[in-house]
């Protein structure tokens, strides 16, 4: 059962859902102005057969699914705990969610206290997997799982996958048979139809919310690298990280994973079948393997594209090629546009990043790219992509440097505005990047005026720098100002 009251809350907003439909249905009966009003009828008895319907088809979602869904209780490690939000962000958080609950779940601790986050998941697998987000559990020392019937379990983390935000858990000792969630087609989805969410959002023990699907295969929303998001006006608030999105029939078509705090109704789930195919390697591996061409890309504007003599909303431009990298050993050089990959057009960066990476490393592919407007074939040999903890060492040994991905949340925590590059969460002093005047809380847009979107393209960027050589790095300040600082790689 669920706790707290919810059941009331949950059948009201179904319930104005319907009465919605209703008042539609109501619209074909209403009479022409001038008319003389005839008095009101109790809705026909058809009507209420389809509202009775609609309501029992979300009733039956919710019954079968809310069994499968957890609330994730995470102990954080102690690093992780005593960063804290800055006053400002924790001033912005007072005034969105009021008073009571900023005080219950974003007020900053004493630094004694160890910290706890909490999310949602769910039971895909009877011998105990758990599908959730990796930012629910990323810093996580410990994890407790409780199920709808209250069972509480230890849970290990299987593996986590921070370029898509998947987690895998598996239960420790569950003792006995465990409600599994059914697993849908995202790729059969479609704009326009039903959509349930369940999850725990502050603390509400398994809350059902309804919408439609809103759109479909979403990018660029900055949440993560690999985005092809459903997106839903299902109700999705914080708590809500790692639980399910369903369709009519109650089978799992998404993970739902982030809001735009800014507006209302809209929020982004990963497709299941990218979370499958994203489980499968956890599962097998405890890590997510990848193909990785080694380039710097970006998306063409129209004037780009006329220079280039492509056709607009096509193909990607080269900005760099990494050294020893496959894409250097198959030829491409930067300024070509790469038009199609593996027999397949290329629309935008997500489009070829999505491509290469489900490419197994080792494999030749064929690789069509523009140079000097015209259609030049290639063959790349894919390499398997370097792990983020690879990238982001290689970043610290250059310019004393910590980075991570921007994300519409890191942002807002830094009064930034940029939609895209490396967030600086750390500074070695008397470093390269101290002396540049680099700050933690600076959003590295360019360097050297070629964008980098990953710790890979500011490793290859600086490491490309002989001793002494100085590049032009453009940041982004808290509060939204953008400046140009030089970057010196060291002397020997």
Do not use: C
Not at 38 to 51: F, M, N, Y
């Amino acid at each position: 059962m669920t706790r707290g009251g919810v059941p009331t809350v949950i059948r009201r907003r179904m319930l104005s859902h319907v009465f919605l439909v209703a008042a539609m249905l109501g619209t074909f009966a209403m009479p022409a102005l001038g008319q003389p009003r005839t008095p009101q009828r109790p809705p026909a008895p058809d009507s209420q057969r389809l509202l009775r319907l609609l309501e029992d088809a979300f009733v039956s979602v919710a019954d079968r699914a809310t069994p499968s869904v957890v609330n994730v209780s995470v102990r954080m490690k102690r690093e992780a705990a005593e960063s804290a939000p800055s006053p400002e962000a924790e001033e912005r958080f007072r005034e969105f969610f009021g008073p009571e609950l900023f005080e219950r779940f974003f007020r900053r601790r004493p630094p004694r206290e160890e910290g706890q986050a909490a999310g949602s998941g769910v039971i895909v697998d009877a011998r105990g997997y758990i599908l959730t987000n990796n930012h629910v559990v990323e810093n996580a020392a410990e994890i407790e799982v409780r199920l709808s019937d209250d069972r509480k379990f230890k849970a290990t983390l299987v593996g986590r996958d921070a370029r898509t935000d998947l987690a895998v858990l598996k239960l420790e000792n569950p003792g006995g048979p465990l409600p599994i969630a059914d697993l849908g087609d995202s790729d059969k989805i479609r704009v326009g139809q039903w959509a349930i969410a369940i999850g725990n959002p502050f603390g509400l023990d398994r809350t059902v919310t309804m919408g439609i699907i809103s759109a479909t295969g979403r990018t660029h929303v900055g949440v993560a690298t690999y985005e092809a998001f459903i997106q839903t006006d299902a109700s999705i608030n914080p708590g809500n990280s790692g639980g399910p999105l369903l369709n009519l029939d109650g089978r799992v078509v998404g993970i739902n994973t982030a809001i735009v705090s800014s507006g209302q109704g809209i929020g982004f789930a990963i497709p299941i079948n990218m979370a499958r195919e994203i489980m499968t390697q956890l599962i097998a591996r405890g890590r997510v393997v990848r193909g990785w061409l080694g380039v710097v890309i970006q998306d063409l504007t129209p004037e780009l594209s006329a220079s280039f003599g492509v056709k607009e909303d096509t193909g990607v431009l080269v900005a760099d090629v990494m050294k020893d990298s496959p894409a250097e050993a198959a030829g491409l050089k930067p300024g070509d546009v790469v038009v199609d990959f593996a027999g397949s057009a290329i629309k935008d960066v997500p489009d070829l990043q999505k491509r290469v990476a489900g490419v197994e490393p080792g494999r030749p592919t064929p690789l069509v790219v523009m140079r000097d407007h015209k259609s030049v074939t290639l063959s790349v040999k894919i390499g398997e992509q370097p792990s983020d903890d690879a990238e982001a060492s290689g970043g610290d040994d250059i310019v004393g440097l910590t980075v991570e991905p921007l994300t519409p949340e890191t942002a807002r925590q830094n009064r930034l505005t940029a939609r895209g590059g490396l967030l600086v969460t750390e500074v070695t002093p008397g470093s390269p990047g101290a002396a540049a005047g680099i700050k933690v809380g600076d959003a590295i847009l360019e360097v050297n005026r070629r964008p980098v979107t990953d710790a890979a393209a500011l490793k290859q960027a600086v490491g490309a720098l002989k001793p002494g050589e100085s590049v032009p790095v453009y940041l982004q300040r808290g509060g939204g100002s953008n400046e140009y600082v030089m970057l010196t790689a060291p002397r020997p």
